[in-house]
């Protein structure tokens, strides 16, 4: 049997968590890999651990252990819940955790308008204990990703860059998407 990965694209309260958690409970033999959970681990029990400032490696590390646990005591697919807005970052992923010799390679873009987002982190009732530090709130979060859409490495994933490719425009779409990667599964099986 070969796995799938699902890889989600996406800005902050796009959808991406609860469609990872949606996912798990109708795609047998699968787990969520949400970094925000291994970030509230940390800081709650490991605050004094974290870096300052900077690429949050502990995160980085907590999850790369799980994942390659995963990989080598499971036989589960994985839905790998986070932003992974830059092509780079998406191309290791794709290449170096999940390479095309073991995994069915799966994008979910969530490209939800950002006035959308805008009112869900306004009105959010997400802890915000996944923060180190640089950001209190959602809102914060939403502005910087913003801005960071104009640089060069954060660009949408296209056709190609994965087996299959999904884009979400609407959380309406998200049973059908479930159900075609559900679909996609027992061809594997």
Known sequence: MKRLVIITVGKTHSGKSTFAKDLENELDNSFVMDQDNNAEFINTYYKKLQP????????????????????????????????NRTKKGRKYLLEEIYPKDEFVR????????????????????????IFRGAYSNF??????????SQLEDVVDPVEGESDSLFVI????????????????????N
């Open 52 to 83: 300052k400032s900077g690429p949050n490696t502990l995160k980085h590390s907590i999850s790369k252990l799980i994942v390659d646990y995963a990989k080598e005591h499971t036989d589960l697919h994985i839905i790998a819940s986070s932003a």
């Open 106 to 129: 799966i994008i979910v873009h969530f490209d939800i308008p950002d006035k959308v987002l805008h009112w869900r982190v306004t009105n959010s009732k997400r802890s915000t204990d």
């Open 139 to 148: 809102e914060e979060v939403l502005l910087r990703q913003q801005a960071e």
């Open 169 to 188: 425009k609407d959380n309406l779409e998200v049973d059908s998407v479930i159900k075609e990667i559900v679909h996609i599964s027992k061809s594997y």
